[in-house]
């Protein structure tokens, strides 16, 4: 039984170059997450899609961020023209839900760097 | 507006210790979850509980506890005979019930450094 998995796990960029990372979830849960971590703080949501549908997205996530899920399962989080206060970790998590109840499984994480 | 808040940022305790991280929450609904999720130095959130708003009951796993006072809108947890091991971050979660999204509102974590 695999979890969450999240490549690359580093990334340095330089500012403003484009950075993708991919999340494979759990293979049977219909519901994905995409998190920001900063240092010092508590993750914050981005983005989610149910199956293929990205139905939220947080005001966090400026015009810069995409984020897909295209045959509802891996996904992809792409940053364009990245910029020093991208640098952070971006975690996914999964989960198989529809009420809201149940835990989120999250994967280790890419860390992202801006130079 | 929901948030949780764990003004504890960092503690230090000698290796089996009792310690006892605090979360308090805030919400207008009343149905919601919350959850305790460890962050090792690898990452990866680690889930450690989850209780719903209607139970209050408190809930022992091993050397861990959590205490949920809905009267004082806290759930806290404690671990007994702190190990090594439990050095982590860890973090208190809001879900938020009604809106069925399943996404997690968390606190600001607490640093917990546990010395041999």
């Known amino acids: 039984d695999t979890g969450v998995s999240q490549n690359p796990r580093h990334k340095i960029t330089k500012r403003g170059q484009n950075v993708t990372f991919r999340c494979d979830p759990i293979s049977e849960h219909n519901r994905l997450y995409w998190y920001r971590q900063t240092l010092g703080q508590g993750p914050e949501f981005l983005t989610y899609?149910?199956?293929?549908?990205?139905?939220?997205k947080s005001r966090l996530l400026s015009d810069r961020f995409s984020a897909e899920r295209p045959k509802g399962s891996f996904s992809t989080l792409e940053i364009q023209r990245t910029e020093q206060g991208d640098s952070a970790m971006y975690l996914c998590a999964s989960s198989f839900d529809g009420t809201g109840s149940r835990e989120l499984f999250f994967g280790e994480g890419s860390r992202l760097t801006v130079l | 507006a929901q948030k949780v808040t764990q003004a504890q940022t960092e503690i230090s305790v000698v290796e089996k210790e009792d310690v006892t991280l605090d979360c308090v929450y805030e919400?207008?609904?009343?149905?919601?979850?919350l959850f305790w999720y460890k962050q090792p130095p690898s990452g990866e959130l680690v889930f450690l509980i989850r209780?719903?708003?209607?139970?209050?009951q408190n809930e022992i796993s091993g050397r861990y506890s959590w205490n949920f006072q809905k009267s004082t809108s806290s759930f806290n947890f404690t671990i007994t005979a702190s190990q090594v091991v439990d050095s982590a971050v860890y973090f208190c979660a809001l879900s938020e019930f009604p809106s069925n999204t399943g996404k997690l509102i968390f606190g600001q974590g607490t640093t917990l450094q546990v010395k041999p």
């Open positions: 209780r719903n708003s209607f139970d209050e």
């Open positions: 919400t207008r609904d009343t149905t919601y979850y």
């Open positions: 899609f149910q199956n293929e549908a990205q139905l939220e």
